[in-house]
Protein backbone atom coordinates (compact mmCIF):
# COMPACT_ATOMS: atom_id res chain seq x y z
CA UNK A 1 0.00 0.00 0.00
CA UNK A 2 1.51 3.14 -0.98
CA UNK A 3 2.01 5.43 1.46
CA UNK A 4 0.05 8.99 1.11
CA UNK A 5 1.47 13.14 1.88
CA UNK A 6 0.04 13.62 5.40
CA UNK A 7 0.48 10.46 6.75
CA UNK A 8 2.99 9.79 9.56
CA UNK A 9 6.10 8.60 8.45
CA UNK A 10 6.60 4.65 9.40
CA UNK A 11 9.56 4.24 11.65
CA UNK A 12 12.59 1.54 11.08
CA UNK A 13 15.82 0.78 12.95
CA UNK A 14 18.36 -0.30 10.34
CA UNK A 15 22.01 0.16 10.25
CA UNK A 16 23.72 1.86 7.47
CA UNK A 17 26.61 -0.04 5.48
CA UNK A 18 29.01 0.55 7.68
CA UNK A 19 27.30 -0.19 11.10
CA UNK A 20 26.01 2.82 12.33
CA UNK A 21 22.23 2.67 14.13
CA UNK A 22 19.68 4.75 12.04
CA UNK A 23 16.62 5.10 13.25
CA UNK A 24 13.43 7.30 11.88
CA UNK A 25 13.41 8.86 14.71
CA UNK A 26 16.68 10.53 14.68
CA UNK A 27 15.52 12.82 12.18
CA UNK A 28 12.65 14.28 14.71
CA UNK A 29 12.69 18.11 13.87
CA UNK A 30 14.57 17.73 10.67
CA UNK A 31 13.98 17.88 6.89
CA UNK A 32 14.45 13.93 5.45
CA UNK A 33 14.61 12.81 1.86
CA UNK A 34 14.18 9.43 2.02
CA UNK A 35 14.70 8.03 -1.49
CA UNK A 36 14.84 3.85 -2.52
CA UNK A 37 16.47 2.49 -5.42
CA UNK A 38 16.99 -0.56 -7.53
CA UNK A 39 20.57 -2.22 -6.76
CA UNK A 40 23.61 -1.05 -6.44
CA UNK A 41 25.22 -1.50 -10.07
CA UNK A 42 22.20 0.27 -11.52
CA UNK A 43 23.41 3.21 -13.83
CA UNK A 44 20.84 5.06 -13.39
CA UNK A 45 20.30 4.59 -9.84
CA UNK A 46 24.35 5.42 -9.78
CA UNK A 47 23.75 8.63 -11.77
CA UNK A 48 20.71 9.96 -9.26
CA UNK A 49 23.49 9.21 -6.42
CA UNK A 50 25.84 11.31 -8.28
CA UNK A 51 23.24 13.99 -8.81
CA UNK A 52 22.14 14.34 -4.92
CA UNK A 53 26.08 14.31 -3.91
CA UNK A 54 26.06 17.14 -6.64
CA UNK A 55 23.16 19.55 -4.39
CA UNK A 56 24.19 18.06 -1.07
CA UNK A 57 25.78 21.39 -0.41
CA UNK A 58 22.43 22.92 -1.31
CA UNK A 59 20.84 20.79 0.40
CA UNK A 60 22.52 20.65 3.85
CA UNK A 61 22.47 24.30 3.89
CA UNK A 62 18.44 24.62 3.96
CA UNK A 63 18.70 22.09 6.85
CA UNK A 64 17.92 18.55 4.63
CA UNK A 65 18.99 14.64 5.66
CA UNK A 66 19.44 11.83 3.39
CA UNK A 67 18.87 8.27 3.59
CA UNK A 68 19.36 6.22 0.52
CA UNK A 69 17.96 2.73 0.75
CA UNK A 70 19.11 -0.29 -1.99
CA UNK A 71 18.09 -3.32 -2.07
CA UNK A 72 21.54 -5.00 -2.80
CA UNK A 73 23.80 -6.50 -0.13
CA UNK A 74 26.44 -4.38 1.73
CA UNK A 75 28.95 -6.00 -0.11
CA UNK A 76 27.79 -4.83 -3.40
CA UNK A 77 26.71 -1.30 -2.34
CA UNK A 78 30.25 -0.51 -1.01
CA UNK A 79 31.86 -1.53 -4.32
CA UNK A 80 29.24 0.23 -6.89
CA UNK A 81 27.89 3.37 -5.15
CA UNK A 82 30.35 3.21 -2.31
CA UNK A 83 33.02 4.25 -5.14
CA UNK A 84 31.23 7.70 -5.20
CA UNK A 85 31.47 8.74 -1.28
CA UNK A 86 28.26 9.84 -0.57
CA UNK A 87 28.44 12.22 2.44
CA UNK A 88 24.86 10.40 3.34
CA UNK A 89 24.17 7.39 4.85
CA UNK A 90 23.50 4.22 2.57
CA UNK A 91 21.26 1.76 3.58
CA UNK A 92 21.16 -2.06 2.21
CA UNK A 93 17.44 -3.60 2.35
CA UNK A 94 17.92 -6.66 0.26
CA UNK A 95 14.79 -8.70 2.31
CA UNK A 96 12.51 -5.64 1.17
CA UNK A 97 11.73 -4.59 5.22
CA UNK A 98 11.38 -0.92 4.55
CA UNK A 99 10.78 -0.96 0.78
CA UNK A 100 7.42 -2.76 1.99
CA UNK A 101 6.84 -0.62 4.63
CA UNK A 102 7.17 2.65 2.06
CA UNK A 103 4.70 0.84 -0.64
CA UNK A 104 8.21 0.44 -3.42
CA UNK A 105 6.37 -1.13 -5.89
CA UNK A 106 7.22 -3.26 -8.98
CA UNK A 107 6.55 -2.56 -12.50
CA UNK A 108 7.46 -4.64 -15.88
CA UNK A 109 5.89 -1.48 -17.88
CA UNK A 110 8.36 0.84 -15.88
CA UNK A 111 11.07 -1.31 -16.46
CA UNK A 112 10.94 -1.46 -19.93
CA UNK A 113 9.77 2.42 -20.27
CA UNK A 114 12.38 3.51 -18.12
CA UNK A 115 15.05 1.11 -20.11
CA UNK A 116 14.77 3.25 -23.44
CA UNK A 117 15.76 6.63 -21.30
CA UNK A 118 19.00 6.95 -23.81
CA UNK A 119 19.63 10.21 -22.80
CA UNK A 120 19.70 9.47 -19.04
CA UNK A 121 21.16 5.84 -19.82
CA UNK A 122 24.15 8.09 -21.90
CA UNK A 123 24.56 10.56 -19.49
CA UNK A 124 25.00 7.49 -16.50
CA UNK A 125 27.62 6.14 -18.97
CA UNK A 126 29.60 9.64 -19.26
CA UNK A 127 29.90 9.29 -15.60
CA UNK A 128 31.50 6.50 -16.05
CA UNK A 129 28.43 4.17 -14.53
CA UNK A 130 27.45 0.84 -16.04
CA UNK A 131 25.60 -2.05 -15.61
CA UNK A 132 26.85 -5.28 -13.32
CA UNK A 133 24.99 -8.10 -11.36
CA UNK A 134 21.22 -7.46 -11.15
CA UNK A 135 20.55 -8.14 -7.70
CA UNK A 136 16.52 -8.40 -5.85
CA UNK A 137 13.54 -7.24 -7.86
CA UNK A 138 14.58 -6.14 -11.20
CA UNK A 139 11.58 -4.63 -12.07
CA UNK A 140 11.76 -2.65 -8.90
CA UNK A 141 10.77 1.30 -9.28
CA UNK A 142 12.22 4.17 -7.05
CA UNK A 143 10.39 6.24 -4.94
CA UNK A 144 11.26 9.70 -2.96
CA UNK A 145 9.74 10.70 0.62
CA UNK A 146 10.28 14.61 1.44
CA UNK A 147 9.30 14.04 5.69
CA UNK A 148 8.80 16.94 7.44
CA UNK A 149 10.46 17.60 11.21
CA UNK A 150 7.37 16.15 12.93
CA UNK A 151 7.95 13.19 10.70
CA UNK A 152 4.86 13.52 8.60
CA UNK A 153 5.40 12.80 5.04
CA UNK A 154 5.21 15.82 3.25
CA UNK A 155 5.50 14.53 -0.06
CA UNK A 156 5.23 10.87 -1.34
CA UNK A 157 6.85 10.26 -5.08
CA UNK A 158 6.60 7.13 -6.89
CA UNK A 159 8.46 6.77 -9.94
CA UNK A 160 6.99 5.59 -13.26
CA UNK A 161 9.64 3.59 -14.29
CA UNK A 162 13.45 2.65 -13.36
CA UNK A 163 14.93 6.32 -13.67
CA UNK A 164 12.15 8.21 -12.50
CA UNK A 165 12.67 9.94 -9.35
CA UNK A 166 11.51 13.27 -7.48
CA UNK A 167 13.00 16.21 -9.46
CA UNK A 168 15.81 18.01 -8.14
CA UNK A 169 14.19 21.21 -8.08
CA UNK A 170 10.72 20.17 -6.15
CA UNK A 171 12.90 18.82 -3.28
CA UNK A 172 14.88 22.41 -3.58
CA UNK A 173 11.50 24.56 -3.87
CA UNK A 174 10.16 22.21 -0.61
CA UNK A 175 13.06 23.06 0.96
Sequence with gaps: MRIQTGQPAINFDVEDIFGNHISLN??????????????????LCNLRIHQLIQHYPTFETKG????????????????????????FPIIADPDHNVYREYGVETSWTGFLKGSFRLVTLTAAARKGFFPGKMEGKKSLIPADFLIGPDLIVEKAYYGSDIADHMPIQEIIDWL
Design 26 to 43: DFKDKKLLLAFFRYASCP
Design 64 to 87: LRLLAFFQSPIESIRKYVGKQDAP
